[in-house]
């Protein structure tokens, strides 16, 4: 009996995880594999890219995980420089491009996996896309954008448009080549995914770090210079000059095959999936990572959540179902960390905003803490801050600002959101304690203390 053929479109984190995990169910002798990467490479870290692109990962390679070497070794034909460009649905086959020398081949498959993963957002404005802007989406992109940085040398001026994740993280590493940074953000206060009251700590943090913050700065147009090349970044109000301009705007799904294709998408443009990770509605085809949209379980909404350890786990969990196995994914609650310089930045489950979209009635509470025993060396300060539903104590979402030891406190409140825990409940959590590691109550536990008394207060 000839071997099934499977076919994985995207060479990174839901892609090879797949592929890898499949292997492990099936020899080469019952599943051959192929994957294409459009780029050069496959299975690396991109949330790494900013701090290599900061200097604190001194090689490209620390981010590489396996080699296409290394995948060929397990008898996994990982095809980088190669792009597909069309599904065939009704043929079960997909049409891949050499980018090298442009030569066409279509390649049929049994089971397909679509990792495509996601796009650097552009501003729809002119210039954006001039020589000296930069997406930071790929290993690729890493590369060229540490170029441009060596081009222009230490010194220079940099303007990232947006103050979300990678918009802070890559602040923070143009500050540390040297650069003059500013950023540029069109919402009322940086860090969309906080309250604007936490976004407000994370742009005073920014300031006190040289990092110039402009919020409510919708840009309306790159200026190029006689070469071609982008010189300054323009909002209504006014103009920034820059050597470089770095977009932090955000990503969405890369879905434009699977809309060609006729494949369900969600409202935000990713992939719809089953728990097991399949394509709705197509028993052959799986899809994961940044191109597919996920159940938020504190909402009950489909979100879409671009984050490398859900790329990951889609990744184990499709290559077991690919394999013969079996797993599921049962959904997310929005738990991210990020930090710019010594600044922690945590958030899990809802914003206010969010419940508020999905017709939730809560309260919240603020507080002000210390990562250590208060008079433990080194304790600094944090700000958690606790949404309950009103009636019910059920914990909606906890946001973190703080320095060191403070963002890695959210495990606590995504384990309880998962679980569906009461803020009461948690109070009870016994958690570990000693003054070099936090205050007798974990600001988590404080915070939900002060949750229990708003939500009685509610009635």
């Avoid at 969405?252 to 095959?257: A, I, K, R, V």
Wanted: glycine share 14%; hydrophobic share 40%.
């Amino acid at each position: 009996m000839a071997a099934e053929r499977l076919v994985v479109v995207g060479g990174d984190a839901a892609g090879m995880s797949a592929a890898s995990q499949a292997r492990r169910f099936k020899g080469p002798d019952e599943l051959e594999i192929v994957a294409f990467e459009r780029g050069h490479f496959g299975s690396y870290s991109a949330c790494g890219i900013p701090y290599w692109v900061g200097g604190q990962v001194g090689e490209r390679a620390e981010l590489i995980a396996r080699t296409p070497a290394e995948h060929r070794e397990r008898a996994i034909d990982l095809r980088t420089r190669t792009e597909v460009t069309e599904i065939d649905l009704a043929g079960g086959r997909v049409l891949s491009r050499d980018l090298e020398s442009g030569a066409e081949e279509w390649t049929g498959y049994d089971k397909l996996v679509l990792a495509t993963g996601a796009r650097p957002v552009r501003p729809p404005v002119p210039g954006i896309d001039a020589p000296g802007v930069y997406g930071v989406q790929t290993l690729d992109d890493g590369q060229a954008l540490l170029d441009g940085l060596s081009a222009v040398g230490g010194g220079g001026r940099a303007v990232v448009v947006g103050a979300g994740y990678i918009g802070v993280e890559m602040a923070e590493a143009l500050l540390n080549r040297g650069f003059a940074v500013t950023v540029l953000n069109r919402g009322e206060q940086p860090m969309s995914t906080l309250d604007p009251d936490m976004g407000r700590l994370v742009h005073t943090a920014m300031d006190g770090l040289g990092i110039v913050t402009v919020n409510g700065a919708g840009v309306t147009g790159v200026r190029t210079g006689a070469d071609g090349r982008a010189v300054a970044v323009a909002t209504r109000d006014a103009e920034y000059p820059a050597d470089v301009v770095v977009l932090g705007t955000g990503v969405e799904p890369e879905t434009g095959l699977a809309r060609a294709a006729g494949l369900p998408l969600g409202v935000y443009g990713g992939l719809l999936t089953d728990l097991s990770m399949r394509v709705r509605g197509r028993e052959e085809i799986w899809a994961g990572g940044d191109c597919v949209e996920v159940l938020d379980l504190v909402s009950g909404r489909e979100r879409h959540v671009p984050l490398g350890t859900h790329a990951n786990k889609h990744g184990q969990v499709i290559g077991a179902n690919v394999g013969g196995g079996y797993g599921t994914f049962p959904g997310v609650v929005g738990t991210a960390v990020s930090k710019v310089c010594d600044l922690e930045i945590a958030r899990t489950g809802l914003r206010e905003r969010d419940a508020a979209e999905v017709g939730l009635r809560y309260v919240t509470v603020t507080i002000e803490s210390t990562s250590r025993a208060g008079y433990y060396p080194s304790a600094a300060p944090m700000t958690v801050k606790m949404l309950a539903e009103r009636r019910t104590g059920r914990l909606l979402g906890v946001q973190i600002v703080g320095r060191e030891g403070a963002a890695k406190r959210v495990d606590v409140a995504a384990v309880a959101l998962t679980a569906g825990m009461t803020v009461e409940a948690m109070t009870a959590l016994d958690l570990g304690y000693a003054p070099p590691f936090s205050p007798v109550w974990d600001p988590v536990l404080v915070a939900a203390r002060k949750a229990v008394s708003a939500v009685r207060a509610a009635g």
